[in-house]
């Protein structure tokens, strides 16, 4: 089944997703602490039954979780069976937990093999084949370098002396891995980060427990959809214009598949004349300096979150130059003298692009 969208040229993240037919039902904020409803769980009749939506913080965002359900309850239950999965995801790929899987390999002292499970040996499988496929612009093991330039907290520019320590501790060519044994080795004191492939691989761990009744899960930078088509025949997903994202730049109609958009953010930081910001080029060590945003359609989760951050790392012209060879749908909005610039793919043109008349 193939995606359709709508392209809107008006004045990336992705905005909230809803069935394509209709708008959701307004919603009350209560407070943010991680597996409470961010919102007030909603319920709307429909003829093709129930929407239900739940909205919660997981993975260090706000997430949404949607549905259609002969019933409430039903429906609840649905999505319920889905957060179990993202929490359990959430909690073997955070490097934010000491507990997960990732810190404890994060932790194995250098030389002594690491043991994955079969799922773990599955996804590294595929970490290592975007890593190679986009010649290192997708690499998750900078742990060392986000740590020096302190993303994960204010932010900072380091010192020569402390940037080269990090970047000689960084790069898969430290690592290991067999997957025939399904273990990883690190050769030095390298830290893998799950930023750039986390969300999408609990998404496609989501979609798999999933039924066939039409869903949605929206995680932030990231959407997937699966099961029967909603009402409407598709879900309306907005891509946000990365000058205002708050703003729709595109409108998406989106029937299966995943949707990530990797984009600068507003807590990006200039220290001393260079912008810090939270996407890497794990090729210099030092943030990316695209400036828009790129979105990018594929079947899988893991693979449009690995990809839109590889492409954002890449930019426009050899990003777009890679992802056409490839036959991936991929979309940049590239900021340009006051006006938002867009350029596609082919094969996001063949997902029905349709300009307004």
Same mark, same amino acid.
């Given at each position: 089944?193939?995606?359709?969208?709508?392209?809107?040229?008006?004045?990336?993240?992705?905005?909230?997703?809803?069935?394509?037919?209709?708008?959701?039902?307004?919603?009350?904020?209560?407070?943010?602490?991680?597996?409470?409803?961010?919102?007030?769980?909603?319920?709307?009749?429909?003829?093709?039954?129930?929407?239900?939506?739940?909205?919660?913080?997981?993975?260090?965002?706000?997430?949404?979780?949607?549905?259609?359900?002969?019933?409430?309850?039903?429906?609840?239950?649905?999505?319920?069976?889905?957060?179990?999965?993202?929490?359990?995801?959430?909690?073997?790929?955070?490097?934010?937990?000491?507990?997960?899987?990732?810190?404890?390999?994060?932790?194995?002292?250098?030389?002594?093999?690491?043991?994955? /499970?079969?799922?773990?040996?599955?996804?590294?499988?595929?970490?290592?084949?975007?890593?190679?496929?986009?010649?290192?612009?997708?690499?998750?093991?900078?742990?060392?370098?986000?740590?020096?330039?302190?993303?994960?907290?204010?932010?900072?520019?380091?010192?020569?002396?402390?940037?080269?320590?990090?970047?000689?501790?960084?790069?898969?060519?430290?690592?290991?891995?067999?997957?025939?044994?399904?273990?990883?080795?690190?050769?030095?004191?390298?830290?893998? /980060?799950?930023?750039?492939?986390?969300?999408?691989?609990?998404?496609?761990?989501?979609?798999?427990?999933?039924? /066939?009744?039409?869903?949605?899960?929206?995680?932030?930078?990231?959407?997937?959809?699966?099961?029967?088509?909603?009402?409407?025949?598709?879900?309306?997903?907005?891509?946000?214009?990365?000058?205002?994202?708050?703003?729709?730049?595109?409108?998406?109609?989106?029937?299966?598949?995943?949707?990530?958009?990797?984009?600068?953010?507003?807590?990006?930081?200039?220290?001393?004349?260079?912008?810090?910001?939270?996407?890497?080029?794990?090729?210099?060590?030092?943030?990316?300096?695209?400036?828009?945003?790129?979105?990018?359609?594929?079947?899988?989760?893991?693979?449009?979150?690995?990809?839109?951050?590889?492409?954002?790392?890449?930019?426009?012209?050899?990003?777009?130059?890679?992802?056409?060879?490839?036959?991936?749908?991929?979309?940049?909005?590239?900021?340009?003298?006051?006006?938002?610039?867009?350029?596609?793919?082919?094969?996001?043109?063949?997902?029905?692009?349709?300009?307004?008349?």
């Amino acid at each position: 089944m193939k995606l359709v969208a709508l392209l809107v040229l008006t004045s990336c993240a992705l905005l909230s997703a809803v069935p394509a037919a209709r708008q959701g039902p307004p919603y009350d904020t209560v407070p943010a602490v991680r597996g409470a409803p961010l919102y007030n769980t909603a319920a709307q009749d429909s003829p093709a039954g129930v929407f239900v939506s739940r909205d919660v913080y997981l993975m260090g965002t706000r997430a949404r979780l949607s549905t259609y359900a002969v019933t409430h309850d039903s429906g609840l239950a649905t999505l319920e069976s889905a957060l179990a999965v993202l929490d359990d995801a959430e909690e073997e790929l955070s490097t934010w937990r000491a507990s997960s899987a990732m810190s404890a390999l994060n932790r194995q002292p250098v030389g002594e093999p690491w043991t994955a /499970d079969a799922r773990l040996c599955r996804m590294f499988s595929d970490v290592w084949e975007w890593q190679r496929a986009t010649d290192g612009a997708f690499d998750p093991s900078i742990g060392r370098l986000l740590a020096a330039w302190d993303i994960r907290g204010a932010g900072t520019v380091p010192s020569h002396e402390a940037h080269e320590r990090a970047r000689a501790l960084s790069g898969m060519a430290l690592l290991a891995f067999d997957p025939g044994r399904c273990t990883l080795t690190r050769r030095a004191d390298v830290s893998l /980060d799950e930023g750039a492939f986390g969300k999408g691989e609990a998404l496609d761990r989501a979609a798999a427990a999933l039924g /066939d009744a039409p869903w949605m899960i929206d995680l932030g930078g990231q959407i997937s959809v699966g099961g029967r088509v909603p009402p409407g025949g598709a879900w309306s997903i907005g891509v946000a214009d990365p000058r205002r994202r708050d703003h729709a730049a595109l409108q998406l109609r989106m029937a299966t598949g995943s949707l990530s958009t990797s984009a600068g953010s507003e807590r990006d930081l200039v220290m001393s004349g260079v912008r810090v910001g939270h996407i890497f080029d794990p090729r210099t060590g030092r943030p990316a300096t695209f400036n828009g945003s790129v979105t990018v359609w594929h079947e899988r989760g893991l693979a449009a979150d690995a990809l839109s951050t590889a492409l954002y790392v890449m930019g426009p012209k050899a990003g777009l130059r890679w992802a056409e060879a490839r036959g991936i749908a991929v979309c940049y909005l590239i900021p340009e003298r006051g006006t938002l610039r867009v350029e596609t793919t082919r094969a996001f043109e063949d997902l029905r692009i349709i300009a307004p008349g």
